[in-house]
């Protein structure tokens, strides 16, 4: 399967500062990337699709101006929380799609766990 | 409106044993099904999945049950493992997407 590294693994912030999140796919190109959240003891929810050389698309109830996304190339998708608050403190998680494999199975990176002062 | 249910939030089961894990989904459009394995602080990583035009799908001691009529499928493990203990995600979508709906999740502790 794909290799998937996120970084930060942890980080820490003050509230009102922006933290980004890299996610990378280590062996193999990925157009579409999508980015999770978990809250303690919660399933995992999607916040959107990011899609390489266009925008990202956002499910419902996810500010697009707040969880910034940019999908730089085939193998990096970011994620910048802007002005974190501690509601925003949660665990995020990308994954990815293999192009070409008629599945629709995701790869996961390992995740971030975000907490906002 | 959860889409993808997994009413047990937790199971307990000795090594050995059969783990039978379940999920209700309620969106008839689903076609494909799949389940993960999570440990803490540590992303999913698949184990196994089925498409609707199956009812069973086997591999190794992992077999994933669909039973399409009543929108439900199971995870079953046999024997089950210490090394198995972690919390099970199955998940839904339709072949057209690669768009993945997830279940609460069901903790799985295998004791010795």
């Known amino acids: 399967g794909a290799v998937v590294s996120q970084h930060p693994s942890r980080v820490i912030c003050k509230s009102g500062t922006s933290v980004k999140i890299e996610c990378r796919s280590l062996d193999f190109q990925a157009t579409t990337m999508f980015w999770y959240r978990q809250f303690p003891k919660q399933s995992l929810m999607l916040m959107a699709t990011?899609?390489?050389?266009?925008?990202?698309?956002?499910e419902q109830g996810v500010e697009k101006d707040k969880f910034l996304i940019n999908h730089a190339s085939l193998t990096l998708s970011t994620l910048t929380v802007t002005s974190a608050h501690p509601e925003d403190s949660s665990f995020y998680i990308c994954s990815l799609v293999v192009a070409d494999r008629g599945t629709n199975e995701q790869f996961f990176g390992p995740g971030t766990r975000l907490t906002v002062l | 409106d959860q889409q993808v249910k997994q009413n047990s939030p937790s199971l307990s089961v000795q090594e050995g044993r059969i783990s039978i894990l379940n999920c209700d989904y309620t969106?008839?459009?689903?076609?494909?099904f799949l389940w993960y394995k999570k440990y803490p602080a540590e992303g999913p990583t698949f184990l196994i999945s089925?498409?609707?035009?199956?009812d069973k799908n086997e591999d190794g001691r992992f077999t994933v049950f669909l039973n399409k009529s009543a929108k439900h499928l199971s995870l079953h493990i046999v024997p089950s493992q210490p090394g198995d203990s972690a919390v099970y995600f199955c998940?839904?979508?339709?072949?057209?997407?690669?768009?993945?709906?997830f279940g609460t999740g069901t903790r799985l502790q295998v004791f010795p």
């Open positions: 969106n008839s459009m689903f076609d494909y």
């Open positions: 089925i498409s609707s035009i199956k």
């Open positions: 990011s899609n390489e050389g266009s925008k990202a698309t956002y």
């Open positions: 998940a839904a979508s339709t072949m057209h997407t690669d768009k993945l709906i």
